[in-house]
């Protein structure tokens, strides 16, 4: 069984940082881009970040733009998201995703590979 698990959300105020880990299990993500959606209550699932195989190409949704750093650590084998300078807006689910397809993810979430099963980060004003 095909994993993706992400950890390290939780309950920030305002202008603090998060690190978000996504950890494949089951099989390894070798040539696949990696990314990450989020979701907030009431809303549409929206792309946030993906790097590609080898993070040689990395994107981001204009919302987290200069917030918000995607990266590989090929020593714990983990796709992070690093977030910084946080907003209440920022408050929602995060899933972890893989594609073969780096531009999949800037289509939106609509036939991703492989998803996590998320995890929640919720910014206080």
């Known amino acids: 069984q095909v994993q993706l698990v992400e950890s390290g959300g939780g309950l920030v105020q305002a202008g603090a940082s998060l690190r978000l880990s996504c950890a494949p299990a089951?099989?390894?993500?070798?040539?696949?881009?990696m990314g990450w959606f989020r979701q907030a209550p009431g809303k549409d699932r929206e792309f946030v970040a993906v790097?590609?195989?080898?993070?040689?190409?990395?994107t981001y949704a204009d919302s987290v733009k200069g917030r918000f750093t995607i990266s590989v650590d090929n020593v714990k084998n983990t796709v992070d998201l690093q977030m910084n300078s946080l907003k209440p807006e920022d408050t929602a689910s995060y899933y972890c995703?893989?594609?073969?397809?780096?531009?999949?993810?800037?289509?939106?979430?609509?036939?991703?590979?492989?998803w996590g099963k998320g995890t929640l980060v919720t910014v206080s004003s």
């Open positions: 089951g099989r390894t993500f070798g040539s696949y881009a």
């Open positions: 995703a893989a594609d073969r397809d780096f531009f999949a993810f800037l289509r939106g979430p609509q036939g991703m590979d492989y």
């Open positions: 790097i590609s195989y080898m993070g040689a190409m990395r």
